[in-house]
């Protein structure tokens, strides 16, 4: 990593936020009308504490859920923590989950209400209530070289991307990085989307090639995927790093110019408008200054596994979400209640937190993986549901 002075740090991390693992859609968000203490001498109530002790009967649909199905998900939390600092507080749960027969629903139920205790997920205002999103591995068609149909670049890794870990350098940051380039001796922001894009600004090399421009940016958004080449080989592709500027939802940029209503910017809606208005989709693409590069996952991952999450291990299709690790910790169990797309059905099962996303802010929040390949990516994208979580932690990770 390249040195430069703390000014030129301090600079640079104001101009730039922490960059995300993956990006996800966020609907608007409706404006506050007045906040808490607004008026002069009335404190804001303190904040509720973010993970709150319950109890396993206020789990609805815990003692319905097919907890067997749940099982390799959590193995592989398993498999992500160990030789963390963490792992001696889940030790003793991983290890006592070997001896459980995975078929008896009634041992595996047992085993988790010994070993685990529940806390709900609680919003700073008190509520339990929050946004469920979902996400998917998506299905491209592309090529090594460019052609005529393949001429859109799927990007790695920029030579001249500077990544500083702040953590490094002011302890209390720690987990904090901004990104940029060095111009002479002055750091700046790195470029753009509509300057890497539109100018070929920078110095990304073109991992592959493809031949959608919308596909290659809902790829971005979900962080990772698969290409086939005209040959039939699969080439799976993950998340490297990103250009240091925030997203911005295009669904929002959609709504906010009168060419969508809130109800229809859902992926889907979304791609059918670009399809219909290709002569604006490169100003309706560069509105997200947010750019993405990716790295070839060869050998890594079966053609049967999920990709690769925040956690390190491979996603399980349904039993995996992304949060947001400042409030839920990375491998733990996380019952979900909310409701599938766009219906009143409910959704209600054990699924473990091993990803997170740009988007997946906040305490009630979360992201679920619906799979790979096209009807995953029918789910995922008309799912934004309210929903509420219970987190299941060992005794020794309980929250103080």
Known sequence: MKKVHLAALAALFLLAACAPLREAGCPACAPC??????EPGVAAAPAAKPLQPARWEDLPGWSDDDLAAAMPAFEQSCRGLAGRSQW???RAACEAAKTVDANNAAALRAFFEREFQPFAAVNPEG???GLITGYYEPLLAGARARS???????HGVPKDLLTIELGDIIPELKGKRVRGRLAGNKVLPYWSRAEIVGQAKGTPPALLWVDDPVEL???QIQGSGRVKLPSGEMVRVGYADQNGHPYQSIGRVLIERGELQPGEASMQGIQAWARANPQKLDELLNANPSYVFFRELTGKLGP?????????VPLVAERTIAVDPRHIPLGAPVFLATTRPNSDLP????????DTGGAIKG????DFFWGFGADAGAQAGRMKQSGQMWVLLPPGAAPK
């Open 347 to 354: 959704l209600r099962r054990l699924v473990m937190a091993q």
């Open 88 to 90: 001696p507080l889940w």
């Open 304 to 312: 049967q596994e999920g990709p690769l999450g925040a956690l390190g």
């Open 148 to 154: 005529d149909k393949a001429r859109y670049p799927l």
């Open 127 to 129: 509520h339990r209530e």
């Open 33 to 38: 009308t007045k906040c808490p203490g607004a």
């Open 217 to 219: 940016f809902f790829l």
């Open 363 to 366: 305490v009630v929040r979360a």
